[in-house]
């Protein structure tokens, strides 16, 4: 009976905290959006293509869920990269390799609006500065507007 009261409490709980949202972090950008999950999924494809980056993976534990027969709200990761980028950051830092590609978040909103967000470049990379010397920083510094160009045009539908 305590492990049945338990499982309904949970259940009550887990709405209210999906309702929270991101919030703010270090490092990382968080752009609440009027679009629906799917057009800020549509939009941010086109963003990615528009700036010759390549979408290179998708993981989502919505359409999962989905295939379990269980709807939660939608949530999906998206890997962004581009070779030519990838060899710099290679050339100044081997070990920053397991950061690529570099990831948005897309995650539903209880009122039917979209958040988009994503770690800086630079934030991502910071490990790694001592490493990769200046070469690594400019490297990031210049992803760095990359990525916010490219959430700047999902998110406003560009």
């Known amino acids: 009976m305590r492990k049945l009261f338990l499982a309904f409490a949970f259940l ?3 709405p209210q905290v999906h309702a929270e949202g991101i919030g703010e972090r270090p490092g990382w950008v968080v752009i ?3 679009h629906s999950y799917k057009g800020l999924v549509e939009s941010l494809t086109k963003a990615v293509k528009a700036n010759k980056m390549g979408l290179v993976n998708r993981a989502s534990a919505s359409t999962g869920a989905a295939r379990q027969k269980i ?7 998206v890997g962004v990269y581009r070779n030519d980028y990838a060899r710099r ?6 070990a920053a390799g397991i950061e690529a590609p ?3 978040y897309l995650t539903e909103n209880a009122d039917g609006t979209s958040t988009l967000s994503y770690r800086t470049p ?6 790694y500065f001592d490493e990769g010397g200046e070469a690594l920083k400019s490297l990031a510094s210049e992803l760095d507007e990359v990525f916010a160009t490219i959430a700047d045009q999902a998110a406003n539908g560009g």
Do not use: C, D, H
């Not at 950051?89 to 081997?94: G, P, Q, Y």
């Open 12 to 14: 009550l709980v887990a």
């Open 32 to 34: 609440e959006t009027e």
């Open 71 to 77: 709807t939660i709200p939608g949530n999906q990761v």
């Open 89 to 94: 950051m290679l050339e100044a830092s081997l």
């Open 102 to 104: 570099i990831r948005y």
């Open 122 to 127: 630079s934030a991502v990379f910071e490990p």
